[in-house]
């Protein structure tokens, strides 16, 4: 899995006024629960834009003042108006201990029922995994190659080496929907052959 880093500045007050403080500075309050406690920092926001506006997973480095920690994002709270970060909340992770994270779905190939006319539509983006982060990829691959019209990949179809998928296993990731040109097309067809 890749890594992005982040510097953290040290809280020592986590009241209401010194929350305040820090977001005047630019920067987000937050904390990391760890193997041995938790610790409360502050991160500038402009430094989450790539962990955060992205539709991939990252774990993250944090460089506190006297500690790098492995971590991966927790939980994130938006303010409702701004939708501004106003606090993240983030979990210690190990290279010996097994992660559960989610990953995204990547599609490959060309489904023939796409070229029927078939609409091809990806219903869950990231799937839910555990594993040691060395097995964890940056998105699980579905091919569908052999997808027809009214055809889907279910969680149940995927294997990941090293990995367990938490997700429903009949959930389907991956279908392809018949659209109305399809159908007509199909309805002509049955027409034409009727006739014949």
Do not use: W
Not at 37 to 48: A, I, K, M
Not at 59 to 76: F, H
Not at 159 to 175: I, R, W
């Amino acid at each position: 899995m890749k890594t992005i880093v982040l510097k953290g500045d040290a809280r020592n007050d986590t009241g209401k006024k010194a929350t305040k403080a820090l977001r005047i500075e630019g920067k987000v309050p937050c904390v990391v629960y760890g193997k041995n406690g938790n610790t409360h920092f502050g991160v500038y926001e402009y430094d989450f834009k790539n962990l955060v506006y992205t539709p991939n997973t990252y774990l993250v480095q944090l460089n506190l003042p006297g500690a790098q920690l492995l971590a991966k994002l927790q939980a994130i709270q938006f303010h409702p108006v701004s939708e501004a970060i106003i606090h993240v909340d983030f979990m210690e992770v190990s290279l010996d201990v097994p992660l559960t994270i989610a990953i995204p779905v990547s599609v490959s190939g060309t489904a023939p029922g796409v070229r029927s006319g078939g609409r091809l539509v990806v219903k869950i983006k990231k799937l839910t995994v555990k594993g040691m982060i060395k097995d964890i990829p940056d998105s699980i691959e579905i091919k569908v190659d052999n997808l027809e019209i009214g055809q889907n990949v279910r969680v149940g179809d995927i294997d990941v080496k090293g990995l367990e998928l938490l997700d429903t296993k009949a959930n389907s990731v991956v279908s392809v929907m018949a659209t109305r040109a399809s159908i007509s097309a199909a309805t002509e067809d049955a027409k034409d052959s009727k006739k014949k």
